[in-house]
């Protein structure tokens, strides 16, 4: 495994924010590599910062202090961060007038024209997460362990060598959520990238390769 | 097809739903606008082309006038037939006189015409509904048709006419005799002043009603096809003898031209401000659907869309719902216009006002007419006003925060 370069890696990573007169200091100097193909868990208390590091990681916010890089590099631009990373929410998030092949397409459209393997591998994504007979429908029309498939589905259609989740099964029922991380665990490991997976649930945490555990502002043995 | 005017054209027409009530009232709204200003701005260009039409079946493109009786029209209607792009000339006199037909009077405007050059300039012809325009000599008068029903005169009657120079005879105390014209032609030109107070003779006729001698008050000119009237008009100014001045016919009728434009600037500027509310409604849709969908403009910017892509998408649904609202407002107002004559004619037999419209509005069917121009205008009067109507909900879109957006409730 340590032969592998690394996809993601975080420097004494800060964060706060304000709350009425004084700062919340949310992450102090959290530190992490993330290799090729690896599997990571993050798990923590409600609050603990889990999001907001995943957002630090993810390059939608920025830290107050510390470093990052991805696959070597500082910066990440928004197109960038749409090839090198695969996003899942809590929320799904998937666009209502879209049906879910478009849905999933739209992944691929923002990074440039789409054409027939575009579509082809969309089709084979939502194959693989058995929704091959639901291509046309709206999310209006899925079920919640649908929508996160599909959301799956779009995370992995540009081929990123990394997906970060974020507590992906936190809206679904038990049956459900143990379906998508078996999914989301199967196809990360099929195509070779690597999972930094955040959630409460301890039995999901621990199928990744590695577990971190955080607890004021820092990762703790688990 | 750029993913943000792919998204915006599928936020604009969701797949599954038919009927997209707030892309159907936004695209209403400028149809509606667009639809007005065809119609309004065709109508006012449609009363232009007919005044036009009628100074210049009336009058020709060009009229030369003396300050007096003009005493040699021969030698002024051959200095002007020799200025490039004139096709034709044809000498007037002209003046007011009274008519009477079984102890009926009237006071028309008579025009006295040369018979055998006067088609060349005005196609009195085409006008005759009644008679032979052929007909016409020394002896015989040609109506109006209002004219002639008023005073019960018809083809064959035989009208007296009497001159104001009879009433230079009266001085003398001499007896009126007045002249005994038969009536050989009734014309109908569509426009109610001429029709209801215009009667023709020949020049000849004229001239002795009038005592003019060999004189006539003026020269008709036909310019050919596409001549400049305004250049023409400066080229024939150099060219005449002493006596005369040439006037366009837009030079002859500039107030009434201009209070014409002005009339049809101010209909457009009112009824552009239709489109100008109908954008604000749009812009009112666009900005709440960009606080609706905050968070799905969070997830465009967490996978990959720059804020420029995000604005471009919000931008390009104004632009949409002005293409599409400007193209179902092109089909409407020019459905309306080409059936405004049965519109019209069904709204006055509801309300009985057939022979108002006529004698208010001088024309027996309401004229349209849209040039290029106008047309052009209002096309990108409205893809303009509908563009400005996205760009401030695009703006906000730009402005939000991908991660802010993803944690709005």
Same mark, same amino acid.
Request: net charge neutral; aromatic share 6%.
């Given at each position: 495994?340590?032969?592998?370069?690394?996809?993601?890696?975080?420097?004494?990573?800060?964060?706060?924010?304000?709350?009425?007169?004084?700062?919340?200091?949310?992450?102090?100097?959290?530190?992490?590599?993330?290799?090729?193909?690896?599997?990571?868990?993050?798990?923590?208390?409600?609050?603990?910062?889990?999001?907001?590091?995943?957002?630090?990681?993810?390059?939608?916010?920025?830290?107050?202090? *510390?470093?990052?890089?991805?696959?070597?590099?500082?910066?990440?631009?928004?197109?960038?961060?749409?090839?090198?990373?695969?996003?899942?929410?809590?929320?799904?998030?998937?666009?209502?007038?879209?049906?879910?092949?478009?849905?999933?397409?739209?992944?691929?459209?923002?990074?440039? +024209?789409?054409?027939?393997?575009?579509?082809?591998?969309?089709?084979?994504?939502?194959?693989? =997460?058995?929704?091959?007979?639901?291509?046309?429908?709206?999310? *209006?029309?899925?079920?919640?362990?649908?929508?996160?498939?599909?959301?799956?589905?779009?995370?992995?259609?540009?081929?990123?060598?990394?997906?970060?989740?974020?507590?992906?099964?936190?809206?679904?029922?038990?049956?459900?959520?143990?379906?998508?991380?078996?999914?989301?665990?199967?196809?990360?490991?099929?195509?070779?990238?690597?999972?930094?997976?955040?959630?409460?649930?301890?039995?999901?945490?621990?199928?990744?390769?590695?577990?971190?555990?955080?607890?004021?502002?820092?990762?703790?043995?688990? | 097809?750029?993913?943000?005017?792919?998204?915006?054209?599928?936020?604009?027409?969701?797949?599954?739903?038919?009927? +997209?009530?707030?892309?159907? !009232?936004?695209?209403? *709204?400028?149809?509606?606008?667009?639809?007005?200003?065809?119609?309004?701005?065709?109508?006012?260009?449609?009363?232009?082309?007919?005044?036009?039409?009628?100074?210049?079946?009336?009058?020709?493109?060009?009229?030369?006038?003396?300050?007096?009786?003009?005493?040699?029209?021969?030698?002024?209607?051959?200095? !002007?037939?020799?200025?490039?792009?004139?096709?034709?000339?044809?000498?007037?006199?002209?003046?007011?006189?009274?008519?009477?037909?079984?102890?009926?009077?009237?006071?028309?405007?008579?025009?006295? =015409?040369?018979?055998?050059?006067?088609?060349?300039?005005?196609?009195?012809?085409?006008?005759?509904?009644?008679?032979?325009?052929?007909?016409?000599?020394?002896?015989?008068?040609?109506?109006?048709?209002?004219?002639?029903?008023?005073?019960?005169?018809?083809?064959?009657?035989?009208?007296? =006419?009497?001159? +104001?120079?009879?009433?230079?005879?009266?001085?003398?105390?001499?007896?009126?005799?007045?002249?005994?014209?038969?009536?050989?032609?009734?014309?109908?030109?569509?426009?109610?002043?001429?029709?209801?107070?215009?009667?023709?003779?020949?020049?000849?006729?004229?001239?002795?009603?009038?005592?003019?001698?060999?004189?006539?008050?003026?020269?008709?000119?036909?310019?050919?096809?596409?001549?400049?009237?305004?250049?023409?008009?400066?080229?024939?100014?150099?060219?005449?003898?002493?006596?005369?001045?040439?006037?366009?016919?837009?030079?002859?009728?500039?107030?009434?031209?201009?209070?014409?434009?002005?009339?049809?600037?101010?209909?457009?500027?009112?009824?552009?401000?239709?489109?100008?509310?109908?954008?604000?409604?749009?812009?009112?849709?666009?900005?709440?659907?960009?606080?609706?969908?905050?968070?799905?403009?969070?997830?465009?910017?967490?996978?990959?869309?720059?804020?420029?892509?995000?604005?471009?998408?919000?931008?390009?649904?104004?632009?949409?719902?002005?293409?599409?609202?400007?193209?179902?407002?092109? *089909?409407?107002?020019?459905?309306?216009?080409?059936?405004?004559?049965?519109?019209?004619?069904?709204?006055?037999?509801?309300?009985?006002?057939?022979?108002?419209?006529?004698?208010?509005?001088?024309?027996?069917?309401?004229?349209?007419?849209?040039?290029?121009?106008?047309?052009?205008?209002?096309?990108?009067?409205?893809?303009?006003?509908?563009?400005?109507?996205?760009?401030?909900?695009?703006?906000?879109?730009?402005?939000?925060?991908?991660?802010?957006?993803?944690?709005?409730?």
């Amino acid at each position: 495994m340590s032969n592998r370069p690394p996809i993601l890696q975080a420097r004494g990573l800060h964060k706060s924010y304000a709350s009425g007169a004084r700062r919340l200091q949310v992450l102090r100097g959290v530190e992490l590599t993330v290799l090729s193909g690896e599997s990571v868990s993050i798990r923590g208390e409600s609050g603990s910062g889990k999001s907001t590091l995943l957002n630090l990681l993810s390059g939608l916010d920025a830290p107050d202090a *510390g470093e990052l890089q991805w696959e070597g590099e500082a910066t990440l631009s928004a197109a960038r961060r749409g090839r090198l990373i695969g996003l899942v929410f809590q929320s799904f998030y998937l666009v209502p007038e879209l049906d879910a092949l478009d849905n999933v397409l739209l992944a691929a459209r923002l990074q440039g +024209p789409i054409g027939a393997a575009e579509r082809a591998r969309a089709c084979d994504l939502l194959g693989r =997460v058995g929704l091959a007979d639901r291509t046309g429908h709206i999310p *209006g029309k899925l079920s919640g362990g649908e929508r996160q498939r599909v959301a799956i589905a779009r995370a992995l259609m540009n081929k990123p060598p990394l997906i970060l989740a974020d507590e992906p099964t936190g809206n679904l029922d038990e049956g459900s959520g143990e379906a998508v991380i078996d999914l989301l665990l199967a196809l990360c490991a099929e195509s070779g990238c690597a999972l930094v997976l955040v959630t409460h649930n301890a039995a999901h945490a621990n199928r990744c390769a590695r577990r971190l555990f955080l607890r004021e502002g820092g990762f703790h043995p688990v | 097809m750029p993913w943000p005017l792919y998204l915006a054209l599928k936020q604009l027409f969701p797949t599954g739903r038919r009927f +997209p009530f707030f892309t159907f !009232i936004s695209i209403l *709204g400028v149809a509606l606008g667009v639809g007005l200003l065809i119609v309004c701005i065709s109508v006012m260009g449609g009363f232009g082309r007919e005044i036009r039409n009628m100074i210049v079946n009336t009058q020709g493109e060009v009229q030369v006038r003396s300050e007096g009786l003009m005493q040699d029209p021969r030698a002024v209607m051959d200095a !002007i037939e020799k200025v490039p792009g004139v096709l034709a000339t044809t000498p007037f006199a002209e003046g007011v006189v009274m008519l009477q037909y079984q102890n009926k009077p009237a006071f028309p405007a008579i025009q006295g =015409v040369d018979a055998n050059r006067v088609d060349r300039v005005i196609p009195l012809r085409q006008f005759i509904v009644a008679g032979e325009y052929d007909a016409l000599d020394d002896d015989r008068v040609i109506l109006s048709a209002q004219l002639a029903m008023t005073l019960g005169a018809r083809l064959g009657s035989r009208i007296s =006419v009497y001159s +104001p120079l009879l009433l230079e005879k009266l001085k003398t105390d001499e007896i009126l005799i007045p002249r005994e014209l038969e009536v050989c032609g009734i014309f109908e030109i569509g426009h109610q002043q001429l029709d209801s107070s215009v009667v023709i003779v020949t020049l000849r006729t004229m001239q002795e009603l009038y005592g003019l001698g060999r004189a006539v008050h003026g020269v008709n000119v036909k310019l050919g096809e596409g001549i400049d009237p305004d250049r023409a008009t400066a080229d024939i100014n150099r060219a005449l003898p002493v006596d005369g001045v040439a006037k366009s016919w837009m030079d002859a009728n500039q107030e009434f031209l201009f209070v014409l434009q002005l009339e049809k600037n101010m209909i457009f500027f009112l009824l552009l401000f239709i489109i100008v509310v109908a954008a604000f409604s749009v812009a009112s849709s666009l900005l709440i659907a960009v606080v609706r969908k905050t968070r799905e403009i969070g997830l465009l910017g967490a996978l990959g869309a720059s804020p420029g892509q995000v604005a471009a998408c919000f931008c390009c649904q104004g632009v949409i719902i002005g293409i599409v609202g400007t193209a179902a407002g092109l *089909g409407l107002g020019f459905a309306v216009v080409h059936f405004r004559n049965d519109l019209v004619a069904g709204f006055t037999r509801l309300t009985g006002s057939q022979a108002a419209l006529e004698r208010f509005y001088q024309f027996s069917q309401l004229p349209a007419y849209l040039s290029r121009t106008d047309l052009l205008l209002i096309i990108s009067s409205a893809l303009i006003v509908s563009t400005l109507a996205g760009l401030l909900p695009a703006w906000r879109a730009a402005k939000l925060k991908p991660v802010e957006a993803l944690r709005s409730e």
